[in-house]
């Protein structure tokens, strides 16, 4: 295949950052009305539904034997192709089965597809520009969602389409996007080659600690915090898909500022004030009565997310780079722990006290908090943490 000046790695990876927020975004903004308008769910199904979301998520480890026959870049292509079905498919089944099903099936596609794309950007792009890089992509997917939410509030509101046909619409186009993907990029290799092993270094392990806190506050501000808008202050879902719209121009206008200002300051400055915010913001939502002051809440948790490059770029700066690869699927899977068990377990305390659950999030956010004061001012291989440091030898390794 004749290669053009637009088919390099960078535009592919931009490509894959406006597909995946076409269907997720969609399916993100819709479903809490979806689900309750339709199937009559409480915290507890949307609690277990949140939990069986988070299963492909958990599995992600086994990316790399699925390496062993497809390439990354084509999986990554298939995994946007299965996220676009299951968001299709779940409008057309308005039950807890049905809606447990296509779940899984896009959080399959979803799943394996941040996998790869998060391994192929560590890999593609030059440690002095990941930070910028990664806010550009953040940018790009914000800015899709931005213009996801405006068209969704516009057919909700002037239209009145039906859930089903803003579903298929959503998940038809994210298909149609990885058939381009797939015939019009031809495949790029990687510069170093990935380890056909599931590693798990020693060294790595205040990461591994970091993305497991991650994955358990993320649940809280995914599932709960969402949730709260519609069950509590009764937000339509047109309103949702405003604040959704709020979230996502703070994303487009300053996550590629952001990625810079980290490389200038920092890993362990930016996650200082990630989860010092994130303290503050879990332990206002736990009391907040206002819906004006719930929804600005909303919109500040979020502004938090784009600071989560520094925990990438600090993986980049302490892996060895034929680790990138594998350990992409590994930290997802300790990222998915907590979330495996978070929200159906939450889901029981928030039928008991919707603000107990917040306050436990406070609780993940002071954990995360006092683990970033160990990131060394200059992380590099040899220089992982302040203190605890593990030499090399002694790494688990599985073969495949």
Same mark, same amino acid.
């Given at each position: 295949m004749h290669k053009r000046n637009w088919q390099s790695p960078n535009n592919l990876l931009i490509l894959m950052s406006v597909a995946m927020p076409v269907a997720?975004?969609? #399916?993100?903004?819709? +479903?809490?009305?979806?689900? !309750? =308008? @339709?199937?009559?769910?409480?915290?507890? =199904?949307?609690?277990?539904?949140?939990?069986? @979301? %988070?299963?492909?998520?958990?599995?992600?480890?086994? !990316?790399?034997? !699925? +390496?062993?026959?497809?390439? %990354?870049?084509? +999986?990554?292509?298939?995994?946007?192709?299965?996220?676009? /079905?299951?968001?299709?498919?779940?409008?057309?089944?308005?039950?807890?089965?049905?809606? $447990?099903?296509?779940? /899984?099936?896009?959080?399959?596609?979803?799943? $394996?597809? =941040?996998?790869?794309?998060?391994?192929?950007?560590?890999? #593609?792009? %030059?440690?002095?520009?990941?930070?910028?890089?990664?806010?550009?992509?953040?940018?790009?997917?914000?800015?899709?969602?931005?213009? !996801?939410?405006?068209?969704? #509030?516009?057919?909700?509101?002037?239209?009145?389409?039906? $859930?089903?046909?803003?579903?298929?619409?959503?998940?038809?186009?994210?298909?149609? +996007?990885?058939?381009f993907m797939w015939i019009g990029f031809p495949t790029f290799e990687s510069e170093h080659e990935q380890s056909n092993k599931l590693v798990l270094r020693k060294r790595y392990w205040l990461y591994y600690l970091l993305t497991f806190f991650s994955g358990a506050r993320r649940q809280i501000f995914t599932v709960f915090a969402a949730f709260l808008m519609v069950e509590k202050f009764g937000y339509s879902a047109s309103q949702v898909a405003l604040l959704f719209l709020i979230n996502y121009t703070f994303n487009w206008l300053f996550a590629e500022k952001i990625g810079s200002l980290i490389g200038r300051i920092g890993e362990r400055s930016a996650l200082t004030f990630e989860y010092a915010g994130l303290v503050i913001v879990f332990s206002a939502y736990a009391y907040v009565e206002n819906p004006y002051v719930g929804a600005g809440l909303y919109v500040i948790d979020h502004m938090f997310f784009a600071l989560a490059i520094a925990l990438n770029t600090y993986f980049q700066k302490i892996a060895s780079p034929e680790d990138i690869a594998s350990s992409a699927g590994v930290s997802f899977t300790i990222n998915h722990i907590a979330a495996i068990i978070v929200p159906a377990a939450l889901g029981l305390v928030w039928m008991v006290s919707p603000a107990m659950v917040f306050l436990i999030g406070t609780g993940f956010a002071v954990c995360s908090l006092l683990l970033s004061q160990n990131v060394p001012s200059h992380p590099e291989r040899g220089n992982e943490v302040n203190w605890g440091k593990i030499e090399a030898p002694g790494d688990a390794r599985v073969d495949t």
């Open positions: 997720f975004s969609t #399916w993100n903004a819709l +479903l809490n009305n979806f689900v !309750v =308008e @339709r199937a009559g769910f409480t915290g507890v =199904e949307i609690g277990i539904l949140q939990s069986l @979301r %988070e299963i492909p998520g958990f599995l992600a480890f086994a !990316v790399v034997f !699925v +390496l062993f026959i497809i390439k %990354e870049q084509a +999986l990554a292509v298939v995994a946007l192709a299965t996220l676009g /079905i299951g968001v299709a498919l779940t409008g057309v089944f308005p039950s807890t089965v049905g809606l $447990y099903c296509t779940t /899984i099936l896009m959080s399959t596609g979803f799943h $394996y597809f =941040e996998v790869i794309k998060q391994s192929l950007a560590l890999q #593609w792009f %030059e440690k002095t520009d990941t930070a910028q890089a990664l806010g550009k992509l953040i940018s790009v997917g914000a800015i899709t969602s931005l213009l !996801v939410y405006a068209v969704l #509030w516009g057919l909700l509101e002037v239209l009145a389409l039906d $859930y089903v046909t803003l579903f298929l619409l959503a998940g038809s186009v994210c298909c149609g +996007l990885a058939v």
